[in-house]
């Protein structure tokens, strides 16, 4: 009973680490690449870069595999996808479409 405790404690404490650890993820992502040319929130109005920020998580995702797998095509965007993992991608999306 009291180990049964003590797991249940342990996987509860891991399953909330583990979901706010991918958009903790996306954010260091996002800030140290994405934010140069798409803001973290809204980029200035003048900026010829689409705003990420309150988007919807599957679209965001959608575009990010599109541009790495090269049906969407943009010069920089084909680059910068093309290094990123599934896992990446995941964190970012929940990242940006969860800010206002
Ligand atoms: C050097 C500038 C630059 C950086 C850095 C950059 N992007 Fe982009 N991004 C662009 C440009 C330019 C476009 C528009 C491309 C097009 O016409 O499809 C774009 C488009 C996008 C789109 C499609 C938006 C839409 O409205 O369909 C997404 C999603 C996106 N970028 C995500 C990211 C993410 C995530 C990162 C960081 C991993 C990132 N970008 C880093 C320049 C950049």
């Not at 049964?4 to 958009?23: E, P, R, T, Y």
């Not at 003048?46 to 990420?52: D, T």
């Amino acid at each position: 009973m009291k180990i049964h405790g003590i797991i249940s404690l342990f996987l509860l404490i891991s399953s909330i680490d583990s979901q706010a650890a991918s958009v903790y993820a996306g954010k260091a992502k996002a800030a140290a690449v994405c934010s140069q040319c798409h803001g973290i929130e809204t980029p200035a109005a003048e900026s010829s870069f689409p705003s990420l920020a309150g988007r919807n998580d599957e679209y965001l995702e959608q575009a990010l595999k599109d541009y790495r797998d090269k049906t969407r095509l943009s010069d920089i965007m084909n680059n910068i996808a093309g290094s990123l993992s599934d896992k990446d991608i995941n964190n970012i999306a929940s990242y940006y479409s969860r800010l206002k």
